[in-house]
Nanobody, 115 residues
């Protein structure tokens, strides 16, 4: 069973930065389109952005220009660089495949942005 392990979250002041990582235990990682998702308390999980197997990215309007997704296929890892963090970015962040039947969700990593 594929495992997704997110890390890198924490408490940061508004305007600060964090870099999240997600390691995937699958030998076909390099073939997968991946996505970052987030879920704030009381809200549905939403897409933050995606990265294709060959590195093309797309972002939600709410994070465009502030967040950057990248990947290292040699490490089976996808990253989320978050700059200019806002209080509204506070959420648990997850990664998973983009579309299709998703893998079991990992535990996520909590990002809390204080004002």
């Amino acid at each position: 069973q594929v495992q997704l392990v997110e890390s890198g979250g924490g408490l940061v002041q508004a305007g600060g930065s964090l870099r999240l990582s997600c390691a995937a235990s699958t030998p076909i990682f390099s073939l997968l389109n991946m996505g970052w998702y987030r879920q704030a308390p009381g809200k549905q999980r939403e897409s933050v952005g995606t990265i294709t197997s060959d590195g093309h990215t797309n972002y939600a309007d709410s994070v465009k220009g502030r967040f950057t997704i990248s990947r290292d296929n040699a490490k089976n890892t996808v990253y989320l660089q978050m700059n200019g963090l806002k209080v509204d970015d506070t959420a648990a962040y997850f990664c998973n495949k983009d579309g299709g039947m998703r893998y079991p969700w990992g535990q996520g990593t909590q990002v809390t942005v204080s004002s």
